[in-house]
Nanobody, 125 residues
């Protein structure tokens, strides 16, 4: 699978933005897909993940719980990250990644082997 991330841009605090991670060459349905972000001078942070298992469980970083939603669009072979009530601290380059194996469940030991290119999100008035 190859991944293409899109949807970044400039958004005002309190606004919304939707990032998309499109899979090429094969379906992304069987892979756990996660969104990561990295701000200047900070370590990379996993923001949200949706499992490749049948229950399609999802998990979120505490910093985005209740504001961000990760979901699959099977028709478009895409995993979206809906970002609501954004804050200045959400400013970062966002990356999507696919698990190394099929049916992976999101967790601290999930390995990600394929990465999309980053998309910049800037939250500023």
């Amino acid at each position: 699978v190859q991944l293409q991330a899109s949807g970044g841009g400039l958004v005002q605090p309190g606004g919304s933005l939707r990032l998309s991670c499109f899979g090429t060459e094969t379906t992304v349905d069987y892979y756990a897909i996660a969104w990561f972000r990295q701000a200047p001078g900070k370590e990379r942070e996993e923001v949200a993940c949706i499992s490749g298992s049948f229950e399609q469980s999802s998990k979120y970083a505490d910093s985005v719980k209740g504001r961000f939603t990760i979901s699959r669009d099977r028709v478009k072979n895409t995993v979206n990250l809906q970002m609501n009530s954004v804050k200045a601290e959400d400013t970062a380059v966002y990356y999507c990644a696919a698990s190394k194996s099929w049916y992976a469940v999101c967790g601290p030991k999930t390995g990600f082997g394929v990465w999309g290119q980053g998309t910049q999100v800037t939250v500023s008035s």
